[in-house]
């Protein structure tokens, strides 16, 4: 197949995503909306005005961005997990890997259906933390790439669990007992300034405080650790998940016998 | 003639080590109706997923339409279309979708895609559910919907893969009439696997027979079925036999099966269904009717697979 035929592939798979989160809407954008709206409540409202001020900011807009972040993370991996799974379940995968379409248009499809549901999911918790209080933006470039590369790499890293699962148990396992925790502990509630050292150090070794760090510093301008670093362990992550996703779908392990 | 597809000593050991297939070589023409027949687990399927890029093959070599599957994947891919013998389709999907859908994952573009799936949809006879979700549709629809499907990207060689299972007599004979129509006026390639003998027999002009993953026959059906060395009719008599003429005629064995009923199996050398109808107007029996008790290539397949 030409590269017009590879494109023409991909805006098919993307535009059948896009539909797929649309139909369900209230399964794939309200939730997050819904908890995290609860957050804002419980943390801003009702208990924000009794906790001090953490870096300088005010409570809620110091948890905003994480909790937006937060949003992103589960959002775009819970689509291509659910998505992908279903397809797989259902054996309808089967109507791309007989196709001539590309390796890497299934995966950047799938992908994209991710980061479009993580964006928008994102988008409306941020709309709806607008409610609460008066965001800063110091840079919308940041906050962007940050957005975007967070949501590609667990997009990616949901098609992989996606791939590998066996049944419907395995798909919220991640979610449930991998990326609930890391979120929690990743800084989206506190700064690691105000944390005993050794759990700080802990932290480090936790990439999402790197993702929610960096998201954070594109509000507020200020991050725990170097938005380069943050920028760089983001970047080396992605390329790393892409990798793998693609050798996947290369060889076909966990989609061929 | 120019060859459809071309299989070399293709082997599949499965990470369960049960062996699939073992040296199976094939060829089929261009254009050709041909059969796979097999009992079940003799690796029909098998060979279908491989030669559709489901399956990775252990060894051997699979060349569709001059165009090799490990050196040039993506060209073998758009000339196959397959129907698998399960539905693999989005059940929440509309009718219409699925199969612009499947248009677009072999690259062809909106307009194009619309006018295929349109086509298709019609021929099958799905336009009143393009609408529909998938999962709505009776067994027979799901199997023409797949069909539609897997012709919307117009390939030249169409797999059907146990296509009427499940399906009733009407649909099952609308849709051999469907890909009769499309191999004859289409030039399409069938490659169709069946369990219904009648059916390969109906549709069929060349056969291979596969069990435990080797080509155990292969030919035109006239050459196979001419291997049969044995004949059995029935015959429906007019009137009730005496009890005298059951005993000379199971003297010269023939069953009789009841009073107005005679089975025989009779060896092509030796006899034939003329002389047979002379024995019995000696006796004075009127035959009102012969039929078979089972279709010559289900006689076939049974003697090979036992034989084998």
Sequence with gaps: MNWYGNWVSLVVLTRKEIKRILRIWTQSLLPSVITVTLYFVVFGEVLGSRIEQIQGFEYINYIVPGLVMMAIITNSFQNVVGSFFLAKFQRSIEELLVSPMPSWAIITGYALGGVIRGSIVGGLVLLVSLFFTQLPVTNIFIVLVFTFLTSVLFSLGGLINGVFARNFDQISIVPTFVLTPLTFLGGVFYSLEDIPQAWATVSYFNPILYMVNGFRYGFLGYSDVSVWLCFGVLTALLVLVFFGTWLIFRTGYGLKE | ?308
């Excluded at chain 2, 196959?80 to 199969?99: A, K, L, M, S, T």
């Excluded at chain 2, 298709?120 to 999962?135: C, F, H, N, S, V």
């Excluded at chain 2, 069946?194 to 059906?221: F, M, N, P, S, W």
């Design chain 2, 1 to 308: 003639m120019s060859l459809a597809l071309q299989i070399t000593d293709l082997s599949k050991t499965y990470d369960t080590n049960t062996v699939a297939l073992r040296g199976v070589s094939l060829e089929v023409e261009q254009g050709a109706f041909f059969g796979l027949l097999g009992p079940n687990g003799a690796g029909k399927s098998t060979l279908i997923q491989i030669v559709t890029g489901l399956v990775n093959k252990s060894s051997g070599q699979v060349v569709v339409n001059g165009d090799d599957i490990d050196t040039n994947p993506s060209k073998a891919k758009t000339h196959v279309g397959v129907v698998p013998q399960e539905f693999n389709f989005p059940i929440f999907d509309r009718v219409y979708d699925i199969v612009l859908h499947q248009a677009g994952y072999y690259g062809i573009p909106l307009g194009k895609a619309r006018e295929n799936a349109e086509t298709y949809i019609k021929e099958l006879g799905l336009w009143d559910k393009r609408d529909e979700q998938a999962r709505m549709l009776s067994g027979g629809m799901k199997r023409r919907l797949m069909i539609a499907r897997a012709l919307v990207h117009e390939p030249d060689i169409l797999f059907l893969d146990e296509p009427t299972a499940g399906v009733d007599i009407e649909i099952r004979r609308s849709m051999w009439q469907f890909v009769r129509k499309i191999n004859e006026e289409k030039n399409k390639t069938i490659i169709l696997t069946t369990h219904y003998l009648e059916e390969a027999e109906a549709l069929c002009r060349e056969l291979a027979i596969i069990k435990d993953g080797r080509i155990i026959r292969q030919g035109t059906v006239k050459e196979l079925l001419s291997r049969l060395e044995r004949d059995s009719i029935i015959l429906d008599l007019a009137t009730e036999l005496s009890s005298d003429v059951q005993n000379r005629l199971q003297a010269q064995g023939f069953e009789v099966r009841d009073g107005t009923t005679l089975y025989i199996s009779f060896a092509r050398e030796e006899s034939s269904i003329t002389a047979i109808i002379e024995t019995l107007k000696e006796e004075g029996v009127t035959v009102s009717g012969v039929r078979n008790e089972t279709n010559k290539l289900e006689e076939l397949f049974v003697s090979l697979i036992n034989e084998n």
